[in-house]
């Protein structure tokens, strides 16, 4: 896993540099401090997660089709 060195978070092991930091600390390299960190998300940014999650649905519901028409043979 990708993570900052420098940064002493998670026992060093925090991906901060790569903007996926979820450890909520208050050190500089994680954005932490004053910094504003937006907490929702866009119409379209919702819109793309639903359409990607739409998606995964629809696989699952292939692969359980699948598994069913195994099943009744």
């Keep these: 896993m990708p993570h900052d060195e420098s940064c002493q978070?998670?026992?060093g092991q925090c991906d901060c540099k790569e903007g996926a930091c979820e450890c909520n600390c208050d050190c500089e390299c994680c954005g932490g401090g004053a910094h504003f960190h937006r907490r929702f998300q866009?119409?379209?940014e919702q819109i793309a997660e639903l359409e990607a999650y739409r998606?995964?649905?629809s696989l699952e519901l292939k692969a359980v089709e699948e598994?069913?028409?195994?099943?009744r043979k």
């Excluded at 598994?67 to 099943?71: N, S």
């Design 9 to 11: 978070c998670n026992g």
């Design 42 to 44: 866009t119409k379209e």
């Design 55 to 57: 998606g995964e649905l």
């Design 67 to 71: 598994r069913l028409t195994d099943l």
